[in-house]
């Protein structure tokens, strides 16, 4: 079992950036891949990026490539998510999600995820 806790979300205007971080309690971080995911409201939730065990290959949709990063740091425990760029249109609630079973979208574990407004 992993425990995973968003944090960075906040107010931003068009343009702007954010980091959101997702610290974990699982000392078993490094044999998960993880992901990171949005909710709209009245949409359904979204994957926008997912990272590999040993963050080697990472997969974002369409809509943020080139803006949006995502990484990990197995030392500390802890997945990221570099936002550039921002647009209205990425205001949402977004999770950070984890699974040990890697190359598709379905995970397992979620947090209970942060704000993203931009304005």
């Known amino acids: 079992h992993v425990q995973l806790v968003e944090s960075g979300g906040g107010s931003v205007q068009a343009g702007g950036s954010l980091r959101l971080s997702c610290p974990t309690s699982?000392?078993?971080?490094?044999?998960?891949?993880m992901g990171w995911f949005r909710q709209a409201p009245g949409k359904a939730r979204e994957g926008v990026a997912r990272?590999?065990?040993?963050?080697?290959?990472?997969f974002y949709a369409d809509s943020v490539k080139g803006r949006f990063t995502i990484t990990r740091d197995n030392a500390k425990n802890s997945l990221y998510l570099q936002m550039n760029s921002l647009k209205p249109e990425d205001t949402a609630v977004y999770y950070c999600?984890?699974?040990?079973?890697?190359?598709?979208?379905?995970?397992?574990?979620w947090g209970q995820g942060t704000q993203v407004t931009v304005s």
């Open positions: 699982s000392s078993t971080f490094s044999s998960y891949c």
């Open positions: 999600a984890a699974d040990s079973n890697g190359g598709t979208w379905d995970f397992g574990y």
């Open positions: 990272i590999s065990i040993d963050g080697t290959s990472s």
